[in-house]
């Protein structure tokens, strides 16, 4: 019995060390797959704790000058598009009111100069009807002078035509003389040749008959006289002697008047010409004056009465952040809040240049968000390397477009760094109030690494 007892014990011994070697086996074998699994996950996929959620941000700026009458924006609430964020209550500026006196000052000189050119064109015009008037006298004195040499000329030729009658009737008596002397001595010449009266007697009647022919032609030439005085009266070539019979002073009046109304006539062509120029002058003073004063008033209106101006979101999403209050002063183009774009999200993270020419950029990335037990695929948006020198500038950039500025590790300080962002699909719990899309939260990234033959 005690045999038996000693073989089961024995047997039973070798059994628990059979089962002993193969589970020590199976769990070298478990450990050693691990192992390879995890060598192998190491060499396939890189692995980033340090990432965050960014987004994109919009800076809404102040379009006018004024004072916050309104701010309805909260950092953390989540706005519609074309909600009202914002009333601005305009008010002039400084640089407005100066622009704004100086066109009143200009406007001022333009009124002055209209007023002066106005005062020349009256004067000129004033000038020009004196002028005017002044031809008119003259050409009055010339008509009068005109029609006193007219009746001049017509005494002259009544006197004259008075004696060419008066002559002519000399002439005609003297024919008449000569004619009857002619006859007598003609009879006495036939009787002295029939010896009836005396050769003295005869030669008596001769002499006579001459002495009439020649008072005959003396009275004819007197009257040729008189007839060509009478013709150079009419031509106008006594005028020196009618001017003597009138005192000596028609003609000279006469030239004096001409050249004294040819002057007139170039004084009021003159005075016309620069009256037409004033006229001009004034117009375009008076159009770029009334322009001016249209001006002046429109911004009169402007500035003199008060407006709000709405700020509205150019888009829906969340206020990120808040620079200003309600009650303040604000200048133009002043920012005054930022606002969130919960649909341009992504994930962000600073890898060294060595470890970012690894990724494989064509690849999903394994995205889970610290806090969320559920993975989110996103796809590489850039791969973008910053160098050590300028990535201080750089990040500032980019602080001016997203939200957050990428985190450096430490341990990369120094090194060549390149920026990976991710895209990630916006969370419909990111809409919640004070959630800021998940912006600022922390992500663990897995990249898929590019296989060796491809780099």
């Not at 001009?280 to 009334?290: A, C």
């Not at 920012?335 to 060294?352: A, F, G, R, T, Y």
């Not at 809409?431 to 060796?452: E, W």
């Amino acid at each position: 019995m005690v045999v038996q007892s000693a073989k089961k014990i024995s047997k039973q011994a070798s059994w628990q060390r059979l089962f002993k070697g193969i589970l020590f086996v199976s769990v070298g074998l478990s450990v050693a797959f691990i192992g390879i699994n995890s060598i192998k996950y190491r060499l396939t996929n890189l692995v980033v704790e340090h990432g965050q959620v960014n987004g994109r941000i919009t800076k809404i700026q102040a379009p006018v000058f004024g004072l916050i009458q309104a701010f309805y924006a909260q950092p953390g609430v989540w706005v519609k598009y074309q909600q009202v964020l914002a009333r601005i209550h305009t008010e002039p500026t400084v640089a407005e009111k100066q622009s704004l006196l100086k066109l009143q000052e200009k406007k001022s000189n333009s009124e002055l100069a209209q007023a002066h050119l106005q005062g020349n064109v009256e004067i000129h015009e004033t000038q020009l009807t004196a002028a005017k008037e002044y031809l008119l006298a003259l050409e009055r004195q010339l008509q009068e002078i005109d029609e006193r040499d007219q009746l001049v000329l017509r005494l002259d030729a009544e006197l004259n035509l008075e004696e060419i009658h008066e002559q002519q009737a000399v002439v005609e008596e003297a024919e008449v003389k000569a004619k009857a002397s002619y006859v007598q001595y003609e009879n006495h010449r036939r009787l002295l040749i029939q010896g009836a009266v005396s050769q003295g007697e005869t030669e008596q009647l001769k002499l006579a008959w001459q002495a009439a022919e020649a008072e005959v032609k003396q009275a004819k030439s007197l009257l040729a006289g008189i007839k060509k005085a009478l013709n150079a009266s009419k031509d106008g070539y006594l005028r020196n002697n009618r001017n003597k019979i009138m005192g000596g002073s028609l003609n000279d009046q006469h030239n004096n008047l001409l050249r004294e109304s040819q002057k007139q006539r170039e004084k009021i062509k003159t005075l016309q010409a620069e009256l037409f120029q004033l006229h001009k002058e004034l117009n375009q003073t008076q159009v770029s004056s009334q322009k001016r004063s249209d001006i002046v008033q429109s911004i009169e209106n402007i500035l003199n009465h008060s407006q709000v101006q709405e700020i509205k979101a150019p888009f829906s999403g969340v206020i990120y952040q808040t620079i200003q209050e309600q009650g303040e002063q604000i200048e133009e183009s002043a920012s005054l809040l930022s606002l969130l774009d919960c649909n341009d999200l992504w994930v962000e993270v600073i890898v060294s240049a060595s470890q970012a020419s690894l990724i494989a950029s064509e690849e999903v990335v394994e995205v889970k968000l610290v806090g969320h037990s559920q993975a989110l695929a996103g796809q590489i948006d850039l791969i973008q390397p910053i160098s050590g020198f300028q990535g201080g500038k750089e990040l500032s950039k980019l602080s001016q477009v997203q939200a957050l500025v990428p985190f450096i590790p430490h341990q990369l300080v120094n090194q060549s760094l390149a920026r990976v962002t991710v895209k990630i699909p916006p969370s419909p719990e990111y809409t919640k109030s004070h959630q800021f899309c998940g912006v600022g939260q922390s992500a663990h990234l897995t990249f898929r690494k590019k296989l060796p033959w491809t780099r």
